[in-house]
């Protein structure tokens, strides 16, 4: 009997010294120089909140993960809804324009918004064919540019965690509702939106976390000119060499997506969201 | 319909397919500048042009070798990750308690975690092992990135998988790599491909750490697009686009007649 359980431990051992080896050391190793390079102690992160670049850094991130939440989690809510209320085959055909800009590559959709967004994309010289404007708007390497590109993006993740949380709610409440005479709008606001909160949280917090941490969107529409974290870090390592400054905000950045994943797995609805169910 | 009608059903329904719009009308915009007759990124202007499709083709514009360089990492990174995402999912869940419990955290946590960390840090160890821009590091980077997807896969399949399986097979006498081989294995292939697929993909899109452990010897198909991005002049950017963006299409068409034909089947 012992033998079963030894074979079934050993197999998972490969797969556990690679996620070790190749995965928590190289991390672990970032948060050590944080704190080591050039030399011991919390020199880095002292010169981390007294340097200007790095906070005006920090207060973009917050403020584009913020607005692409809000704005994703809104949004990806009106589809979802949407589409649980369709016939199967309307619902085949929304759930298809979903996947297609789910699966293809993020490079391909940065892409596109660029061809479409910048000072001679199709927008801008579409409306001035049309005499709508005179001069092209700047609507690319800018704020603008960079949240439509991350909702964009993120829309997907968000509208299949929602579909897949409403079609989960007993319908058979809403008739019940129905029939004790409530209209639309009051079964939207006290049956449906209360029953959907766990979905919405979950959305919410996976939009944000993504978004904290983004680096290709924000690096490719906002082309250095609206600098999140993630390029800033990437610009530490890859041009200026320092080593410092890139180990000590992952180390930040780490620490706040960490805290944020562990305050939302309190929340019991969360955890049941998150974790795999107990085998039997 | 009545006035409160409409603005309470039809006015979020005509919002849902606005967003559906949004979400898949900007992509179309590749196909147009694909077919462009000229040498920089617009709209056709006297007429259409393959040109830039047949730039694809050419070996030494670099976009060949690039697919090539990209399928090749990612067909080992599938090979690897689905090899050791069954052996761990498989022996998690016969063996259960706290190890296999604390490593799948571990495991999954590239999900959660931002890929700039991990970029960061696998930097820094390559670097030592000079194993920079080297198609081992590249391919065992894509591997751990991969493995959550294979495990969540994997582990899909088998929690619908009955442990009296199991028990009926080892009373029977059945040796533990028989059981793993004919009882268990057997029962999860739709799971093992599923994660062998998506840990394909994950691969094949493989940008951001990618980015950061290849320089001019390993140049894969993301990396060979994020440069051209930069430069945001050549068409045949927009032609690959278009090239990914078709296969895309085909291969959910295809999974919509397969999941359609198997319900068929069962009714």
Avoid at chain 1, 199 to 206: D, K, N, R, V, W
Avoid at chain 1, 211 to 222: D, E, Y
Avoid at chain 2, 22 to 49: E, H, K
Wanted: proline content about 5%.
């Amino acid at each position: 009997m012992r033998n079963f359980k030894t074979t079934a431990l050993l197999l998972t051992v490969p797969a556990s010294l690679m996620a070790i080896g190749l995965y928590a050391a190289p991390i672990l190793q970032v948060l050590a120089l944080s704190l080591t390079e050039p030399k011991f102690g919390l020199a880095n992160y002292q010169g981390l909140f007294a340097n200007a670049a790095v906070g005006r850094v920090v207060m973009t991130t917050v403020k584009v993960s913020v607005m692409t939440t809000v704005l994703t989690v809104l949004a990806s809510y009106i589809v979802a809804f949407a589409i649980i209320h369709m016939s199967a085959g309307w619902r085949r055909i929304s759930l298809f324009l979903v996947l297609v800009p789910f699966w293809i590559s993020v490079l391909v959709r940065a892409f596109s918004w660029i061809t479409i967004l910048r000072r001679r994309g199709v927008l801008n010289s579409t409306l001035m064919d049309m005499g709508v404007i005179s001069t092209p708007l700047d609507l690319v390497y800018n704020l603008f540019g960079v949240t439509v590109g991350m909702v964009h993006y993120m829309m997907p993740f968000a509208i299949l965690l929602l579909y897949a949380n409403l079609s989960d709610i007993d319908r058979r409440i809403m008739q019940a509702a129905r029939s004790l005479g409530a209209r639309p709008a009051t079964i939207f606001w006290r049956v449906w939106l209360p029953l959907s909160l766990p979905g919405i949280a979950l959305a919410t917090l996976f939009v944000f976390v993504f978004s904290l941490g983004f680096l290709v969107t924000p690096a490719l529409l906002g082309a250095g000119k609206t600098l999140m974290i993630a390029e800033y870090i990437s610009v530490q390592i890859s041009s200026t060499s320092r080593w410092d400054l890139a180990t000590s905000l992952s180390t930040m950045l780490l620490l706040v997506v960490g805290v944020i994943v562990f305050a939302a797995m309190r929340s019991p609805a969360l955890r049941a969201a998150f974790v795999a169910r107990p085998q039997q | 319909m009545k006035p409160r009608r409409i603005i309470e059903v039809g006015l979020p329904r005509f919002l849902a397919w606005c967003l559906l719009g949004f979400l898949f009308v900007p992509i179309l915009v590749v196909i147009p500048v694909a077919l462009t007759d000229r040498d920089y990124l617009s709209l056709p202007q006297d007429g259409v042009s393959m040109q830039h499709f047949a730039a694809l083709a050419d070996w030494s514009k670099g976009w060949l070798p690039s697919m090539l360089t990209s399928a090749g990492i990612a067909l080992a990174c599938a090979a690897i990750a689905t090899a050791l995402g069954v052996a761990f999912a498989v022996g998690a869940w016969a063996a259960g308690g706290w190890w296999p419990s604390l490593m799948r955290i571990l495991l999954l946590s590239p999900m959660i975690v931002p890929p700039i960390i991990y970029a960061v840090g696998m930097v820094k160890l390559w670097a030592r092992l000079s194993l920079l821009d080297s198609y081992t590091g590249v391919v065992l980077v894509h591997v751990v990135l991969a493995l959550p997807l294979t495990v969540l896969a994997i582990g899909a399949s088998l929690s619908n998988l009955d442990q009296r399986l199991v028990q009926a097979a080892r009373s029977l006498g059945a040796r533990p790599m028989t059981v793993f081989g004919k009882v268990i294995l057997p029962n999860i292939v739709p799971g093992v491909a599923a994660g062998a697929l998506l840990a394909f993909v994950a691969s094949w899109d493989e940008i951001t750490v990618t980015l950061f452990i290849t320089g001019r010897a390993v140049v894969t198909l993301p990396r060979r697009i994020w440069t051209s991005i930069q430069d945001a002049v050549d068409p045949a950017l927009a032609a690959i686009a278009t090239v990914l963006l078709v296969v895309t299409v085909l291969a959910l068409v295809a999974r919509a007649l397969i999941e359609h034909r198997q319900q068929m089947r069962k009714s």
